[in-house]
């Protein structure tokens, strides 16, 4: 999917304000190295983060926008590291089954098809920008 098709998924598919918040949280790992997600899953999550970081979550404040806005312009080491710290702190507020719940929500609603098939290969269609 490219931005313009997460974005019209993204509004198709309104996100509680703990919606906002897990995707926040899984920004926060692909920013710290530590998401397990294939590339193209981590392009798609990042355009969804992109299309739905102005709506309001229900635990975290705009300072995790800004870090994660920061650290997409230029991730030094040092903010590796902090933003490591705010997304254990991120894990540790969010349940476990509250984020397990959204990334099953997420996939049952299509928003990682497009980026099965770029890992086979067959398409290109997921690009994220680095904003």
């Known amino acids: 999917m490219n931005e313009q098709q997460i974005r019209q998924w993204a509004e198709a598919h309104p ?17 710290d190295g530590k998401c397990k997600m294939s590339s193209a899953e981590k392009s798609v999550m990042e355009l969804l983060y992109d299309a739905v970081k102005h709506h309001p979550g229900e635990l975290f404040s705009d300072e995790f926008h800004t870090l994660i806005a920061t650290a997409r312009q230029q991730l030094t080491e040092g903010l590796k590291n902090h933003i490591y710290e705010k997304r254990v702190l991120a894990e540790t507020m969010l349940s476990r089954p509250v984020m397990k719940s959204f990334k099953a929500m997420i996939r049952e609603k299509g928003v990682f098809a497009a980026a099965e098939i770029s890992e086979e290969g067959e398409d290109d269609s997921v690009h994220a920008p680095h904003d």
């Open 15 to 31: 996100f509680e304000p703990i919606h906002v918040d897990c995707t926040t949280t899984v920004m926060l790992k692909i920013l």
